[in-house]
């Protein structure tokens, strides 16, 4: 039972271009959406992170788009840099019991020079 | 501040031997868990603790044992290696059981022939 749902698998983008990466989830408990990064050999790391109360959340280049009616929320990655190549993993979790994080099943991006 | 530590980094083990992975943290996190990391399955949550004296199973936790005696330490124990645990594994820990950032060890890629 995959509760949160990532796509695509892999995504190749030209530099300066914007990079999409979509998740849907079906626990409505859940009210804590994070995006990790990770780059080859190392271990993911907090990108942004968002909860439920708002819509939108950027931080420089990366913003979170959020829409709770629809369960879901998706990254975007402005003017895209070959330094940005990474796997990307949405995640959720709740607030509540395990209070681990459910991560989806991972976006690897590519960006072109 | 080393933040998460795991040894070792690369393992080989034969079906039926034993090991623990070690992860140490040096934050004074409260929260710390294990993730298995398959290609296509994201991360997945094997073991958790929400501090000295208290685990828990998450979704994968069969041919798993942890303990945490201290805040700092949050050993894996692979009771019986098989080849289907394969996989590269990350310890993680947070400042408090919460919703709030995951910092990551840098894995073990462990392979069982």
């Known amino acids: 039972q995959q509760q949160v749902k990532q796509s695509p698998q892999s995504l190749i983008v030209q530099k300066g271009g914007i990079s999409i990466i979509n998740c849907a989830y079906e626990?409505?408990?859940?009210?804590?959406f994070p995006w990790y990064q990770q780059f080859p050999g190392k271990g993911p790391a907090l990108l942004i992170a968002?909860?439920?109360?708002?819509s939108e959340k950027k931080e420089g280049r990366f913003t979170i788009s959020f829409n709770k009616s629809a369960k879901q929320f998706s990254l975007h990655i402005m003017d895209s840099q070959p330094g940005d190549s990474a796997t990307y993993f949405c995640?959720?979790?709740?607030?509540?019991?395990?209070?681990?994080?459910?991560f989806g099943s991972g976006t690897r991006l590519q960006v072109q020079p | 501040n080393a933040g998460v530590t795991q040894t070792p980094k690369f393992q080989v083990l034969k079906t039926g031997q034993s090991m623990t992975l070690q992860c140490a943290q040096d934050?004074?996190?409260?929260?710390m868990s294990w993730y298995r990391q398959d290609p296509g399955m994201g991360l997945r949550l094997i073991h958790y603790?929400?501090?000295?004296?208290?685990?828990d199973q998450g979704e994968v936790p069969n041919g798993y044992n942890v303990s945490r005696s201290t805040t700092e330490d949050f050993p894996l124990r692979l009771l019986s290696a098989a080849p289907s645990q394969t996989s590269v594994y990350f310890c993680?820990?947070?400042?408090?059981?919460?919703?709030?950032?995951?910092?990551f060890g840098q894995g073990t890629r462990l392979t069982v022939v």
């Open positions: 603790s929400v501090g000295a004296g208290i685990t």
């Open positions: 934050m004074n996190h409260e929260y």
């Open positions: 993680a820990s947070s400042r408090h059981v919460s919703n709030t950032e995951a910092f």
């Open positions: 968002i909860r439920p109360d708002v």
């Open positions: 995640a959720a979790s709740m607030d509540t019991g395990r209070r681990a994080l459910t």
């Open positions: 626990n409505t408990a859940f009210d804590y």
